[in-house]
């Protein structure tokens, strides 16, 4: 008797292209999500389960194009399937939605507050949805919606706590790759930023740095001791 499983019939994310190929309107769109991955590269690095997706098109149904937020992150995963990499998610695979989309929006909307919104909460059950707009000035910038009920409630904070996650997201100004603007961070529950990998090399250096003026000026107090010994007519070396 053959065993049937309708999975076996899907199209794997081998066969499947890995976006929906529309270009990103600006840099911001790759520079926000890939800030926000490579900070939980570094802080998660010895988690192995989770997966944070930059403008990677989430495969819902074999039928349909491939839906791609700038940004989403699953959790319960494998961080990495093989040294190729994940070519796309495909919810029939991960069996699992991912927690978080993120939308970073360009000057020209595509449904971020309205058709996608309702994608996510309706179709995919996202349970946090990520909204940034840089070019809003009269609302704020980043809003953050729970999916309670089916529907997306807005979420108060500064930054924005995720307790699902167990961290936080908001904004304010920093460098990122020679950048100085305004970028997303995660947080931990004190509100406190996490380093992103340029803040640790840089903090890392910044320690260097000040381990090295220690050891010179231990160095430099040690030939001032020999000197005003020697002054003294007393040799360092029959001290020992």
């Not at 199209?11 to 990103?24: C, F, G, I, K, R």
């Not at 890939?34 to 403008?55: C, K, P």
């Not at 953050?144 to 908001?170: A, H, K, R, T």
């Amino acid at each position: 008797m053959l065993n049937y499983n309708p999975l076996h019939c899907l199209p794997s994310s081998e066969e499947l292209p890995n976006s929906d190929d529309t270009p990103v309107d600006n840099q911001l769109q790759h520079l926000i999500p890939a800030l926000l991955e490579s900070t939980l590269a570094i802080n998660w690095s010895e988690r192995w389960d989770w997966f944070f997706g930059v403008n990677m098109g989430i495969y819902y149904d074999p039928n349909q194009p491939a839906l791609v937020p700038n940004g989403f992150l699953s959790l319960g995963v494998k961080r990495f399937i093989d040294e190729s990499l994940r070519l796309s998610y495909v919810l029939w695979e991960e069996e699992r939605s991912p927690i978080l989309a993120l939308e970073v929006v360009s000057q020209i909307h595509q449904g971020e507050y309205s058709s996608k919104k309702e994608f996510y909460a309706k179709q995919l059950g996202i349970l946090y949805y990520v909204i940034y707009n840089p070019f809003r000035r009269k609302k704020p910038a980043l809003e953050v919606y729970q999916l309670v009920d089916g529907e997306y409630l807005l979420m108060s904070g500064s930054p924005v706590w995720l307790p699902q996650i167990g961290l936080g997201i908001g904004q304010e100004r920093g460098i990122y790759q020679g950048i100085v603007r305004e970028w997303l961070y995660w947080y931990d529950e004190d509100g406190e930023k996490l380093l992103t990998p340029d803040e640790r090399i840089q903090e890392a250096e910044e320690q260097a740095n000040f381990q090295a003026q220690r050891r010179l000026a231990a160095e430099q107090q040690v030939l001032l001791l020999t000197a005003r010994l020697k002054d003294l007519g007393i040799e360092p070396e029959n001290l020992i």
